[in-house]
């Protein structure tokens, strides 16, 4: 039972981590690239060591596992942030067909701020 759980981990995990390299291949911008690699990546990355840990069965390497999907869990979408938010500070703009660019115009480079939401101004 423990051999077939570890299988459905690991092809769920490489499922995802393929996912995650399809999408970053086939999506027109950075934005969708970057949103493709943090989540599916890091669901990826968790399956696996979830399957590590399921077939060891061991406390330390248990521990290891748990550890390195905490890491995962909590860096990859902060990273990703950071990356998206560089990319929009740098002048890289989504892709025309993703709709509307909500940041157009209220983004100001000098200072690094926005403006209020507009619905805030009710």
């Keep these: 039972m423990i051999e077939l759980l570890t299988a459905v981990l690991i092809f769920l995990g490489c499922f995802l981590c393929l996912s995650a390299s399809v999408g970053i291949l086939r999506f027109p911008d950075v934005y969708a690239r970057m949103h493709a690699a943090s989540k599916a990546g890091t ?57 509307v660019d909500h940041l157009s115009g209220r983004y100001h480079k000098e200072m690094h701020r926005l403006d209020a939401y507009p619905f805030d101004k009710e």
């Excluded at 399921?54 to 860096?75: E, K, N, P, Q, W």
Aim: aromatic share 14%.
């Design 43 to 99: 669901l990826g990355i968790g399956f696996l060591f979830a399957a590590v840990a399921v077939h060891f069965s061991d406390v330390d390497i248990t521990i290891r596992a748990v550890v390195g999907i905490l890491f995962f869990v909590l860096t990859a979408p902060i990273s990703a942030h950071l990356l998206a938010r560089a990319a929009y500070w740098a002048g890289v703009k989504p892709w025309a067909g993703a709709g």
